[in-house]
């Protein structure tokens, strides 16, 4: 049971809008900053969004990261094939430890 | 630009002690905060901890009494210790910089605990 919780599947179609839902409590994301990462299969996860909002080097504007009160939220516009991954979230917790999202896996149809 | 490596055993027996070290190549791993996570073959990941380069250190609770981490800066290096390994361990374990795994990330290693 993870501490964040995610939709453990999204789904979309080329060219569409998706959104990837992460909620936590005020302890965590309530009150700290949330990371996105993205794991392509057989891979090592990749930083996509930093401080809630932030785009790592290189990651296409396509992808937005926002956060409001417990929850944060990915979105991705303009769905395209080899957005296709599992998804995650992370945040620090006031009780000085690191939590996870449980992972959304994310199939473009 | 920087690269992690991860390195140590990939086969352990129950009730071992696991030990990795993470590389740090191409950039100083002072100043940082380096991570430890792991993933289980087809599940989550699980943040297992971090360091500083002073050496402070945070821990996952759920294995608060059997983690130690370490750094060793003349090295350039960091590594994980985690005892009386189960079955439940078996993972893929991936090092990281940053507080909650930022960027980069090593490639990880399959640790594997097995009779």
């Known amino acids: 049971q993870s501490v964040l919780t995610q939709p453990p599947s999204a789904s979309g179609t080329p060219g569409q809008r998706v959104t990837i839902s992460c909620s936590g409590s005020?302890?965590?994301?309530?009150?700290?900053?949330v990371n996105w990462y993205q794991q392509l299969p057989g891979t090592a996860p990749k930083l996509l969004i930093y401080?809630?909002?932030q785009r790592s080097s290189g990651v296409p504007d396509r992808f937005s990261g926002s956060k409001s009160g417990t929850s944060a939220s990915l979105a991705i516009s303009g769905l395209q094939s080899e957005d296709e991954a599992d998804y995650y979230c992370a945040a620090w917790d006031d009780s000085l430890n690191g939590v996870f999202g449980g992972g959304t896996k994310l199939t473009v149809l | 630009q920087v690269q992690l490596q991860e390195s140590g055993p990939g086969l352990l027996k129950p009730s071992e002690t696991l030990s990795l070290t993470c590389t740090v190549s191409g950039g100083s791993i002072s100043n940082y905060f380096w991570s430890w996570i792991r993933q289980p073959a087809g599940k989550g990941l699980e943040w297992i901890g971090r360091?500083?380069?002073?050496?402070?250190?945070n821990y996952n609770p759920s294995l608060k009494s059997r983690v130690t981490m370490s750094v060793d800066t003349s090295k350039n290096h960091f590594s994980l210790q985690l005892n009386s390994v189960t079955a439940a361990d078996t993972a893929v374990y991936y090092c990281?910089?940053?507080?909650?795994?930022?960027?980069?990330w090593g490639q990880g290693t399959l640790v594997t605990v097995s009779s």
């Open positions: 360091i500083s380069t002073s050496g402070s250190t």
């Open positions: 990281a910089r940053g507080t909650l795994g930022g960027d980069p």
């Open positions: 401080s809630s909002n």
């Open positions: 005020s302890s965590n994301i309530g009150s700290n900053a």
